[in-house]
């Protein structure tokens, strides 16, 4: 909505930037954490890493696109929803992701 795109081109969106920020971690992010032997605590970084990238990206958009919606509900939640969601993702792609199979630099 914030786009002005139909709501599927929104979701279609997302799961593509999902995949770039998975290529990210396995291409560049697990080889800045490879000192961190926790999977999860790696997936727990990289999660919050994505979750201020997103907000960053956010505040830029609303700076350059007028006229976004307003957000609705309880901002608190909203946050705290967001953020257990991409650490969620982060945890996901870290246990997938192996070392043996991220791209060695």
């Given amino acids: 909505m914030m786009l002005g795109v139909p ?3 929104g979701w279609f969106m997302h799961f593509m930037i999902g995949i770039i920020f998975a290529m990210t971690y396995a291409f ?4 800045l ?3 961190i032997s926790n999977s999860i ?12 990238f997103a907000q960053i990206i ?9 006229g976004t919606p307003p957000m609705e509900g ?8 967001s953020i257990i969601g991409h650490i969620v993702f982060g945890i996901a792609v870290a246990l997938f992701v192996k070392e043996e199979i991220a791209v060695k630099q």
Avoid: H
Avoid at 41 to 52: P, S, T, V, Y
Avoid at 58 to 66: D, K, P, R, S
Avoid at 74 to 81: P, S
């Fill in 7 to 9: 709501i599927i081109i």
């Fill in 58 to 66: 956010l505040a830029i958009l609303g700076a350059i696109i007028e």
């Fill in 28 to 31: 560049f992010f697990i080889n």
């Fill in 41 to 52: 605590f790696r997936g727990i970084l990289f999660g919050i890493a994505i979750f201020i």
């Fill in 33 to 35: 954490v490879k000192k």
């Fill in 74 to 81: 309880n901002l608190l939640l909203i946050m705290a929803g």
